[in-house]
């Protein structure tokens, strides 16, 4: 009987000489170094991307309660936030604006106002920092009064009339210096429009970063906390993906990546892993993730109340990400893992 049918029988118990131990994996596990050579998965500053909010007003750094070290900033003091992050080595953000009211309408006109706060602050700090990346929110529902992702008409999404003004924003974020333009929406053939949309203008160089495989997800909280951006009415659940289906994801991919989208993000990440795998494995342009407001306020309480140890849970976090296969990571933890790495120095 050989070594491996004696595992198997509960009335046989092998000796260590009967098992034949010459594979022994804990040997490249024995030391740090060892361990830190044989690493397969690494996760460097430049995969993450930092969200940040911004508000209107001067002099503001208002914290969000259900996001515990993350705050809205209005224009003046974002500067200094974003001169903080390029010391510590983050060079690529994420801005989200969040508006009063009076300024959010039906048709969301205030999305492609070149003198609003959106668009001039993305001409600001692209003549203040030349050197960042700035990656642009392509959505209705910050501006919009409905709440919603598009435009609503009798409790409707009207997808093809929402792509019009999907349209008038991208554009007038690339006049501003978006490097990249990312459509949130879920609105079929968004990505195309855009895309052809952009280059009529002369924009063939900004990139699309689609949000491919978007969920329905209820770890978006307090996200819609932080820019007020709730639906006034029902849930989003007609544009963004059912929590349970995997293979739509490759259907939504292969039509964004047929309408020329530069990179394919899922949203969320940490409960989507398999999805992040799952379009990595089947098309050949960077995959992105979104390591989303409630994944991050779930580590943050944990922390706080001693139940885990928050560093060590965000670093874990953040590598199943990479590991599942995500070559960017857009994550409200990026500036402290850049703090870590700075006091390991």
Not at 133 to 150: E, F, K, N, Q, R
Not at 153 to 174: C, P, R, S, Y
Not at 227 to 242: C, E, I, V, W
Request: charged share 25%; glycine share 6%.
């Amino acid at each position: 009987m050989n070594w491996q049918l004696k595992f198997l029988t509960p009335s046989i118990r092998p000796t260590l000489e009967d098992s034949m131990l010459t594979r022994r994996p804990r040997r490249n596990r024995k030391t740090a170094i060892i361990r830190n050579l044989v690493q397969e998965n690494r996760l460097a500053l430049d995969n993450l991307i930092y969200p940040i909010f911004l508000m209107e007003g001067t002099n503001k750094k208002v914290p969000i309660k259900s996001m515990p070290g993350i705050y809205r900033f209005t224009l003046d003091v974002l500067i200094e936030e974003i001169a903080e992050c390029l010391d510590l080595g983050i060079s690529t953000f994420a801005p989200f604006v969040c508006l009063e009211d009076n300024l959010k309408d039906k048709y969301a006109t205030e999305s492609y106002n070149e003198n609003g706060l959106y668009v001039s602050a993305i001409r600001y700090l692209k003549e203040k920092f030349s050197e960042i990346c700035l990656i642009t929110d392509v959505a209705m529902d910050p501006y919009s009064s409905d709440g919603h992702d598009g435009l609503v008409d009798e409790g409707k999404i009207l997808n093809d009339e929402t792509l019009e003004i999907l349209a008038k924003m991208a554009v007038a974020q690339a006049e501003a210096g978006a490097d990249i333009i990312a459509p949130s929406d879920m609105m079929d053939g968004r990505v195309g429009y855009l895309r052809q949309e952009l280059d009529a203008n002369g924009f063939q160089e900004v990139s699309i970063m689609a949000y491919t495989a978007k969920y329905a997800s209820a770890f978006y909280g307090p996200f819609r906390d932080a820019l007020d951006s709730a639906p006034r009415f029902g849930d989003k659940k007609t544009y963004q993906m059912n929590p349970a289906n995997a293979r739509e994801a490759l259907l939504e991919a292969a039509l964004d990546y047929q309408e020329g989208a530069d990179f394919m993000m899922v949203k969320p990440a940490l409960a989507y892993l398999d999805v992040i795998q799952l379009l990595k494995s089947n098309f050949h342009i960077p995959i992105a993730a979104y390591n989303v407001s409630g994944e991050y306020a779930m580590v943050k309480a944990a922390s706080q109340l001693g139940w885990l140890d928050g560093e060590r849970a965000m670093v874990e976090s953040l590598l199943s990400i990479k590991r599942a296969g995500a070559d960017v990571i857009l994550t409200y933890f990026a500036k402290e893992y850049a703090q870590l790495l700075k006091d390991k120095e």
